[in-house]
């Protein structure tokens, strides 16, 4: 493949990728309003994130299977179809309670724009040239964290926070005329119809397989303490740190320009050192910075200066673990790229909402129960990453390129 087909085809993928982020980001300003909009408390808007993750994440171990079967194009147009009908709801939700549906139906249907790019990339590249063009997704799929956030703040600024849904809907238009232009069918065909139509065996054999367990279970907790990040971020830089929304949405960005850096770094130190040393190094940086942040704040408050420095830190090593857990992953599971992208993704985003949810009941507004939460996840990830190089699973020439 040449190099500006490659390029189109890494941007299509990167903005279709973004969108259920996307409807993440810009709604974060926009919390502490909607509470005071709906008469509701902290955890019941909370839950309208934790509701999205669930079925963000459940979603995807049925696009997985489809997309095996029937083919990329056709599961991402239904979910695109389901993510356009839930920014309507959101738009019109008379009660908290009819956010949260609509935001579930949001989430269900952005399943597919998370499943089927990772299964597309599995398609047509391996090893090191699958790092390459994971990290060419997460550089626009960062646009997100930096753009969103801004176009949140400015929206609950000047309109009604509705507006922010009204912008949603308009992404998933723009999907659908992305994938119908611009997104050609990669599900090779023959006998991956057959691992298509059993989605249950095709689970059952990834549950069984030790190492994809153990590399997504690392992506999956790096993950989930970022989650934990996106649903306290703005009670406790708006509310205790008293941000204005544009100043959280500045703040919030920031994270985005060392996870960009960090992901186009991923290739060239995969090249060099190999993926599992890649990312055995980062995850051990990430529970540091971490837990020197947790360390900080039990000891004395810190300043918005320190929390965001290692907060910048910490996620810019995460910007190297999700590409690097991704490709291990899934670089054994070609015969169903579909179904394992599902799972990873499933894991991921069901982690991070079982941890909102235990979270959730501790937040007040301060910073330590988020770092709490945050550093507890990077800890467990570290600790099954060196579980995983114990048995085996990181070894240099585990992938080749």
């Not at 065996?201 to 303490?225: H, K, N, T, W």
């Not at 959730?360 to 800890?379: E, K, T, V």
Request: with cysteine; glycine share 10%; aromatic share 10%.
């Amino acid at each position: 493949m040449n190099r500006a087909r490659t390029f189109s085809l890494s941007l299509v993928l990167g903005l279709l990728s973004a969108i259920g982020p996307f409807a993440i980001d810009m709604y974060l300003p926009a919390l502490p309003l909607i509470g005071r909009y709906y008469g509701s408390s902290p955890s019941w808007v909370q839950a309208s994130l934790g509701v999205f993750f669930l079925c963000f994440g459940a979603s995807q171990l049925f696009y997985g299977p489809w997309s095996d079967r029937a083919g990329r194009r056709r599961p991402l147009f239904a979910g695109l179809l389901l993510f356009l009908a839930g920014s309507i709801g959101c738009i019109f939700a008379p009660s908290i309670g009819m956010l949260v549906a609509s935001r579930c139906l949001q989430g269900l249907g952005a399943g597919a724009m998370s499943v089927i790019p990772r299964a597309v990339v599995r398609d047509m590249f391996t090893g090191v040239e699958a790092a390459r063009m994971m990290a060419r997704l997460m550089v626009v799929f960062s646009v997100s964290p930096i753009l969103a956030p801004l176009a949140g703040s400015l929206a609950v600024q000047y309109l009604p926070w509705q507006s922010i849904f009204v912008w949603t809907g308009l992404f998933a238009l723009i999907g659908m005329l992305m994938t119908g232009l611009a997104l050609p069918e990669t599900r090779p065909p023959g006998p991956l119809r057959v691992a298509g139509s059993r989605p249950i065996r095709a689970y059952l054999e990834l549950l069984r397989d030790a190492r994809f367990m153990m590399l997504v279970g690392i992506g999956a907790l790096g993950s989930a303490g970022f989650f934990v990040y996106l649903s306290g971020s703005s009670f406790v830089l708006i509310n205790h740190y008293h941000l204005s929304p544009r100043g959280f949405s500045l703040a919030f960005s920031a994270n985005a320009f060392s996870l960009i850096g960090c992901s186009l770094l991923s290739p060239r130190l995969a090249a060099r050192h190999g993926l599992p040393k890649v990312l055995a190094a980062a995850v051990a940086g990430y529970a540091a910075s971490m837990t020197l942040l947790l360390v900080l704040s039990l000891w004395h408050e810190p300043s918005l200066a320190q929390m965001l420095g290692l907060l910048l830190l910490g996620y810019g090593f995460l910007g190297l673990v999700s590409p690097c857990t991704a490709v291990l992953a899934l670089d054994a599971h070609g015969a169903h790229a579909g179904t394992a992208s599902a799972m990873l993704g499933t894991l991921q985003l069901a982690s991070g909402a079982v941890v909102i949810a235990l979270i959730s009941p501790f937040a007040d507004g301060r910073p330590q129960p988020m770092l709490a939460g945050i550093a507890l996840c990077a800890l467990l990830a570290l600790g099954l990453s060196l579980l995983a190089r114990r048995r085996g699973y990181l070894r240099a020439d585990i992938v080749q390129a």
